[in-house]
């Protein structure tokens, strides 16, 4: 069972990533021509810069991936056609951190902002440049292109600036962009109805931390695919560029912040302080000291992974009911970073957010389920405390008596009709309750202690010893417990009932009573009633025990200390 | 007349201590009460009794267990108990009659005039009866009793199916149990009017009745006349 869940998570999540990965494979039939090679600058403002016939051999060779940040170049690059008939619509494709003018054998065809001498002389243009090139221009043979580039405007040292130039026919990036952006589009659009679903669930149906976190995990996880796919929409300032790098480092160091918080929430692992700032500070780290922009996500992406993961085992060791999916979808996670390629980690790991997110919806519903079931239960115990007075035995019985008193003790009657209705009261009033102070649960019992007392005819007493009243109890459990002993066994003269409430971290509650039934079955309804009502306050985090003990029987019951509010 | 009062209610079994000696007070009634099943059995197997007023609810112990321990029920039930929907299963265990609680007098005073009336018949529809076999209790319909015939301190219930069980009550006391088609035909005798086929005459003045079932019953001569009257 354990087994065929990680493997239909893994299969499931290694399927939509291939579906998201597939662009990779669009053939590029048509025309590609890279250009850079042979290429020779001058750092001096060259005049001639563009001039074909200028000798040029005393330049140094340039590799165009040097091309650094502060610097003003002259670039002369040779390109040779060897094709006789170049595709129409055939673009010279140029994308790199810099402004620059381009010259096509001499003559001017495009600008790239403008460059300058200093920052002050240097215009920043988009990133990306592309010009129609004609026929003539690429007829065969040899052709000159030169450039004139700087690139002042940069706010610090990059590693590479330079992104490539290339000759290419057009359809190939329309059919390359339509196929990149649909499904990334698609994955933020989730991202985001999540997170407005999540923030809602929040706002309006429960105010649990882990649904809030959650929230901004979808929404950071939406804008981080978002920030990715922006470059696609818009062609925007080249300067613009690393802010948007800054912004994406900060974007995926908050989904990992909230994927890790949303975890310990969501298990309530203790000291989440510890966990968050240690996070923090290694993901500072990695942001500050990774060598590029791509290592830095992709290590704190990685690091975010493995403590999620952590998180996860340590929750399946102590048993949490849906910590078993979790686990297998990081796990799926991680063996899918290993098998796809380095380049598709951003849609990864928007689709790994996916699946966390669908056992999320999965989890809740659940949830619903449970809160639905709890709810009625709720209902029904209230329904069986009120019934419980009215069970033929205690009231037909009760009514006898009445009608005996009235027709021999008639003030006798009065006092017994009285101590009915302070019972009934106070069962009406703590039935609704989850949870009531003791000393209503007390009067309770004192009161149906005196009821029988009425009833049977006997000598009988009732000691509670308490230290400190300030605790809350599930109501009627200890009514409960003493009900029973009254129609189970036979009650004489000197009979003692005790309730020993000792308190500390948690309460525990002894109370001994008579026993004379030989073939007692031991639980009953009754006993049904006390776990429900223990199970509805206190989940696992209680005990009952009850059996004979020499000639008497002794209840315990122990259960976590909640003070009575003031 | 001794009677034996079982309840567990101190108060309870006051009022009908009080109220049956007012009604019975001719009679003079031994009224005795017991709080407890278990020493209930132990002085009814030692004494016999005319009358049991029985609570079905004693401790959390079923009052029924009493009337399946004790062996011979020469006397009569009647069943006080605030559990009105077991009166059904009552009537069952060939119990006289069902008061349900809180009673009045007048409610009492009923129930035992048809203990004290010998020749009244239940008022109530009873539909089967409950005999002690080996492994327990099992039911006999009533619509399935022929007729019925004395065995001692027993009586053979007659089937349809030819066959018969015995039931622990006398003969006197099951008649007052019996609905009315329930006859008297002698004093060892009691058949279902409605499956009587002919009234036969035999030699020296002697009669039977030929059954469904192809048994003969014998008819009394004293009760000739009322039987004749009946089947016509």
Redesign the interface.
């Known amino acids: 069972m354990k087994i065929y869940n990680l493997l239909i998570t893994f299969v499931l999540l290694l399927l939509s990533t291939r579906a998201i990965a597939q662009d990779t494979n669009v053939q590029e039939k048509k025309y590609l021509q890279i250009l850079g090679e042979g290429a020779r600058v001058s750092h001096e403002l060259a005049a001639n810069c563009h001039d074909v016939n200028l000798d040029d051999s005393e330049w140094p060779q340039f590799n165009l991936s040097q091309i650094a940040e502060y610097k003003h170049y002259c670039i002369r690059i040779p390109v040779t056609i060897s094709q006789e008939h170049v595709p129409r619509y055939t673009i010279l494709r140029a994308i790199f951190l810099g402004s620059a003018k381009f010259y096509w054998d001499g003559k001017y065809i495009a600008a790239k902002g403008k460059p300058g001498l200093d920052l002050d002389s240097e215009q920043v243009g988009p990133i990306e440049l592309t010009v129609p090139l004609s026929a003539t221009e690429l007829s065969q043979g040899q052709h000159l292109l030169t450039l004139a580039l700087s690139t002042y405007h940069h706010i610090e040292d990059m590693h590479a600036i330079y992104y490539g130039m290339i000759l290419t026919s057009k359809n190939i990036k329309q059919g390359f962009n339509f196929q990149q952006k649909i499904i990334p589009l698609m994955l933020a659009g989730a991202m985001f109805l999540l997170a407005v679903f999540f923030a809602l669930i929040y706002f309006l149906y429960d105010r649990r931390p882990a649904f809030i976190i959650f929230s901004c995990l979808c929404f950071f996880s939406g804008a981080l695919i978002g920030l990715e796919v922006i470059k696609y929409f818009w062609n925007y300032p080249w300067d613009f560029h690393i802010l948007r790098l800054r912004i994406i480092i900060l974007n995926v160091l908050l989904t990992g912040m909230a994927l890790i918080a949303y975890y310990l929430f969501y298990y309530q692992i203790k000291r989440k302080v510890i966990w968050l700032s240690f996070t923090l500070l290694c993901f500072i780290a990695l942001a500050l000291f990774s060598p590029s922009y791509d290592i830095k996500s992709l290590s704190i992406f990685v690091l975010a992974l493995v403590i999620s993961l952590l998180i996860n085992v340590l929750a399946y060791r102590k048993n949490h009911p849906s910590s078993l999916i979790h686990l297998s979808i990081l796990i799926a996670g991680f063996l899918l970073m290993v098998i796809l390629p380095f380049s598709f980690i951003d849609k990864w790991f928007a689709a790994l957010f996916s699946f966390i997110a669908l056992a999320n919806l999965y989890s809740l519903m659940i949830q619903f389920g449970n809160e639905k079931t709890k709810a009625m239960q709720s209902l029904r115990l209230e329904a069986q405390m009120l019934r419980r007075n009215l069970q033929p035995h205690f009231l037909m019985n009760s009514l006898t008596l009445i009608v005996e008193w009235v027709e021999t003790e008639p003030k006798l009657a009065v006092k017994f009709i009285d101590a009915l209705a302070d019972e009934f009261r106070l069962l009406n009033t703590m039935s609704e309750q989850k949870l009531v102070p003791w000393l209503d649960e007390r009067a309770l019992c004192q009161k149906h202690f005196e009821i029988m007392q009425y009833r049977y005819q006997k000598q009988i007493q009732l000691n509670i010893d308490v230290s400190q009243s300030d605790f809350l109890i599930p109501p009627a459990i200890i009514h409960t417990v003493i009900e029973n002993v009254f129609s189970h066994n036979r009650i004489k003269n000197g009979d003692i009932f005790d309730i020993h409430v000792s308190q500390n971290d948690s309460m525990h509650i002894k109370i001994t009573t008579p026993f004379r039934n030989k073939n007692h079955k031991g639980t009953g309804i009754g006993e049904d009633y006390i776990k429900t009502r223990l199970t509805e306050s206190f989940n696992t985090h209680w005990s009952f025990e009850s059996a004979a003990k020499n000639d008497t029987w002794q209840t315990d019951i122990k259960f976590p200390l909640i003070k009575k509010p003031r | 007349m001794h009677i034996v009062i079982v309840e567990?209610?101190?108060?309870?079994a006051?009022?009908l201590k009080r109220q049956i000696g007012e009604i019975l007070e001719a009679e003079k009634p031994i009224i005795k009460w017991f709080?407890?099943i278990e020493d209930a059995n132990e002085y009814l197997t030692q004494q016999s009794i005319d009358l049991l007023m029985l609570d079905l609810?004693l401790?959390?112990?079923n009052g029924f267990d009493l009337l399946k321990d004790v062996s011979a029920q020469s006397f009569h039930t009647i069943i006080v108990s605030?559990?009105?929907e077991q009166a059904i299963t009552a009537f069952e265990f060939g119990v006289l009659d069902f008061v349900?609680?809180?009673?009045?007098k007048e409610r009492l005073q009923a129930a035992l005039t048809r203990f004290t009336d010998k020749s009244s018949h239940a008022s109530n529809e009873l539909k089967q009866l409950a005999v002690k076999k080996h492994d327990g209790l099992s039911f006999i319909k009533i619509a399935d009793i022929n007729f019925i015939k004395a065995d001692s301190h027993y009586t053979q219930l007659h089937m349809n199916t030819c066959d018969f069980a015995l039931h622990d009550k006398p003969i006197d006391k099951l008649a007052m149990l019996l609905p009315e088609q329930f006859v008297r035909v002698h004093r060892s005798y009691i058949v279902d009017i409605n499956k009587v086929i002919e009234l036969k005459i035999g030699s020296g003045a002697s009669y039977q009745l030929l059954m469904q079932d192809n048994n003969e019953v014998p008819v009394s001569r004293s009760r000739y006349q009322q039987i004749k009257s009946l089947l016509s």
Do not use: L, M
């Open positions: 567990d209610e101190p108060i309870i006051q009022r709080d407890d609810n401790h959390g112990e605030a559990y009105s349900a609680k809180p009673f009045q």
